[in-house]
């Protein structure tokens, strides 16, 4: 038997078992999922197959995931799995707008395959200082939208965006998620709030994404702020691969093996010098580069 997964937590998992409504609470057949080496092995979105017994016996293949790596267990960690668009959300001006982290969202999201929206929250604090940032991302190729939670603006364009689809929702704490959720789907707040208590059942909800049935079909994925967020990049070639215009200058790189960081000829920091890729993308890279190199030694 197949069964979406909505929830999990200490060893219990909400399932939607397929052509049912109600969610049922199920276990995994003996104490842990087989061959899996993550943080949790089972996220929010995962498809899993049960046994006559409704045990999870197996992870059915995830189309793409959104991950992180968790410093602590030195593992990777899923938020979601099997999603259609995420939504990174930031704040214009508070909390403070990084363009790194923003960057770290779309890296995660461009690794793990899921396509990101970003949006720009609470521009009624004001704009004109990123429009160097939106026009860089917009350029890139990115679907950006401005919104205000408070005020409205941008909120038809991201429910047309979302209609139908597994949206997933991230950013730092503070962003606006909640805000933005609420004003989204005025009408289903009691009902959400409900729901979510009763699957969440009080402390640790912030562990883990929760679904939030969409009036215009789908679900929201809501995920925890974070206030810190290393992207899970396997290897340097998947790095490249996550960042559109480095991966377009790396094949014009001489050596097939170039890192991009202190060779002496390299078409990717030839681009960093003409402006061709922007300087804090550059950054990011590097950035990236480094702390995965470290967590993979660890791993
Ligand atoms: N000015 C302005 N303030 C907003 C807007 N959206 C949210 N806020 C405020 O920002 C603060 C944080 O909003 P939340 O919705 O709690 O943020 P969050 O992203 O859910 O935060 P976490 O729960 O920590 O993940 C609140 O005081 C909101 O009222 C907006 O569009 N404009
Ligand atoms: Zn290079």
Redesign the pocket.
Known sequence: MKARLFYGRAGRFGVQLEGEEALRHVQIKGKRLQGVDEYNPLAPGDWVELDKDLLIIRRIERTNALQRFNWKQNKPQTFCANIDLVFC?LASKSPEFHVRFLDRLLIAAEEGGVEPVIVI??I??GIEHLSEYLALYQNLGYTLVL?????GDGLEQLRALAKDKLVGLW?A????????LNALEPNIQQETAAVNRKWNRGNHTTNFATFLPKSNGGYWVDT??MRDFTPFVPSQEELVLAMPEIQELAHHCPFSNCQHLDEQECAVKDGVEQGTIALTRYQSYVKVLEESTSYRKKW
């Open positions: 959300v929250n609470k009624d604090e919104a205000s939670a408070l005020h950013g704490s503070g962003v606006g998620k909640s805000t933005l925890p702020g």
